[in-house]
């Protein structure tokens, strides 16, 4: 029996072999809880539908929902169990009976409707607390189901219990890497040669690219080159820009002054850095460079043997190049 009424239609025919493998070996190997974070457009709801679809037939139940309204925490569990009551009749008294005696796949899509803006990332709202005490408990409570959770922020007490528990995954999402070239070649783009560079500049990611592809459609007449000229150090961003205010505006007031002082570098930091100009303390800088990798906004990589962070370029561009003063 499976409930996908209140998904979106997506397409996601492009790549993400490797994620999908990596996805079905945790559901073989029983992991209970597995999160998906990335930022938005990044295809999280549209890989997980395509992976819903080569897996269905290994689980008895299969419900998604979004926490896109905000629902408190017993309305989502009174839902779920309606959906299992009226399949088989059999009236189980908490959400863990049902996962327990069936193998059931319940995939939660757009958690970060649940967290805090203006804080430290994946912080749930004051009344949203009971929501971490459940995922804990599928997490390690002994069950044969699979909660797929879909979020733009990694929340750290996700983090914690897959350390801890060998039956949690999180899965950060990235762009498509080569992949996203089908995008280009669907919508018929000129210059194959310089699709590479293209796809480098907007990180592979699906949305963006399916956006700026429209514009150099419309203003280009499909010439890449013509679009890429002059764009080594001032990336176009055009309708990208409210789509990276959404992210922007979530950070703290710690978080907005790393990123800032990121953003004003000119090569990737080391952990040894520190802004110097700032009023973070220690513990503060830590914090925010942690808080800021969860969101995807930054990530680490290692140069000679030592972790270095990078801002993401895009992010970049808006922060040094918008006139809103962020
Ligand atoms: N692998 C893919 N191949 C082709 N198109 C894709 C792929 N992945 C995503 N897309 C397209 O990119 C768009 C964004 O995908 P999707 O809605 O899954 O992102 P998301 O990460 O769930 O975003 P949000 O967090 O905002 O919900 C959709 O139009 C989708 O069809
Ligand atoms: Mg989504």
Same mark, same amino acid.
């Given at each position: 029996?499976?409930?996908?009424?209140?998904?979106?239609?997506?397409?996601?025919?492009?790549?993400?072999?490797?994620?999908?493998?990596?996805?079905?070996?945790?559901?073989?190997?029983?992991?209970?809880?597995?999160?998906?974070?990335?930022l938005?457009?990044?295809?999280k709801?549209?890989?997980?539908?395509?992976?819903?679809?080569?897996?269905?037939?290994?689980?008895?139940?299969?419900?998604?929902?979004?926490?896109?309204?905000?629902?408190?925490?017993?309305?989502?569990?009174?839902?779920?169990k309606q959906?299992?009551?009226?399949?088989?009749?059999?009236?189980?008294? !908490?959400?863990?009976?049902? =996962?327990r005696?069936?193998?059931?796949? %319940?995939?939660l899509? /757009? $958690? +970060?409707? *649940?967290?805090?803006?203006?804080?430290?990332?994946?912080?749930?709202?004051?009344?949203?607390?009971?929501?971490?005490?459940?995922f804990?408990?599928?997490?390690?409570?002994?069950?044969?189901?699979?909660?797929?959770?879909?979020?733009?922020?990694?929340?750290?007490?996700?983090?914690?219990?897959?350390?801890?528990?060998?039956?949690?995954?999180?899965?950060?999402?990235?762009?498509?890497?080569?992949?996203?070239?089908?995008?280009?070649?669907?919508?018929?783009?000129?210059?194959?040669?310089?699709?590479?560079?293209?796809?480098?500049?907007?990180?592979?990611?699906?949305?963006?690219?399916?956006?700026i592809?429209?514009?150099?459609?419309?203003?280009?007449?499909? !010439?890449?080159?013509?679009? =890429?000229?002059?764009?080594?150090?001032? %990336?176009?961003?055009? /309708? $990208? +820009?409210? *789509?990276?205010?959404?992210?922007?505006?979530?950070?703290?007031?710690?978080?907005?002054?790393?990123?800032?002082?990121?953003?004003?570098?000119?090569?990737?930091?080391?952990?040894?850095?520190?802004?110097?100009?700032?009023?973070?303390?220690?513990?503060?800088?830590?914090?925010?460079?942690?808080?800021?990798?969860?969101?995807?906004?930054?990530?680490?990589?290692?140069?000679?043997?030592r972790?270095?962070?990078?801002i993401?370029?895009?992010?970049?561009?808006?922060?040094?190049?918008?006139?809103?003063?962020?």
């Amino acid at each position: 029996m499976i409930d996908l009424k209140k998904a979106p239609q997506l397409r996601c025919n492009y790549g993400r072999t490797l994620e999908i493998s990596t996805l079905k070996k945790w559901i073989e190997n029983q992991t209970q809880l597995i999160t998906i974070y990335g930022l938005s457009g990044i295809g999280k709801t549209a890989l997980t539908l395509k992976l819903i679809e080569e897996i269905k037939t290994e689980f008895d139940y299969i419900i998604y929902r979004s926490l896109d309204n905000i629902p408190q925490l017993i309305d989502i569990k009174d839902d779920f169990k309606q959906f299992f009551f009226t399949s088989q009749s059999n009236l189980l008294s !908490d959400i863990i009976d049902y =996962l327990r005696s069936y193998r059931c796949l %319940i995939i939660l899509d /757009d $958690l +970060e409707n *649940i967290f805090k803006i203006g804080e430290l990332s994946g912080q749930y709202l004051t009344e949203y607390k009971n929501y971490g005490k459940f995922f804990k408990q599928i997490a390690t409570l002994s069950h044969q189901s699979c909660l797929i959770l879909i979020s733009w922020e990694l929340p750290p007490d996700l983090e914690i219990l897959e350390q801890d528990h060998q039956y949690t995954q999180i899965l950060s999402l990235q762009g498509l890497g080569e992949d996203a070239k089908e995008i280009l070649r669907h919508k018929d783009l000129k210059n194959q040669e310089m699709w590479n560079q293209l796809i480098n500049l907007y990180q592979g990611h699906p949305s963006w690219l399916n956006i700026i592809t429209s514009t150099i459609l419309e203003l280009f007449d499909g !010439d890449v080159e013509l679009f =890429l000229e002059d764009q080594e150090n001032n %990336i176009y961003l055009g /309708d $990208l +820009e409210p *789509i990276i205010e959404s992210h922007l505006q979530r950070l703290s007031a710690s978080e907005k002054k790393l990123i800032n002082w990121l953003a004003s570098q000119n090569e990737r930091v080391n952990i040894a850095q520190k802004p110097t100009n700032s009023e973070l303390s220690k513990s503060e800088f830590l914090q925010a460079i942690k808080s800021l990798m969860r969101r995807g906004l930054v990530d680490k990589v290692p140069i000679d043997k030592r972790s270095h962070f990078k801002i993401h370029p895009i992010f970049k561009q808006y922060i040094n190049h918008s006139n809103i003063g962020f």
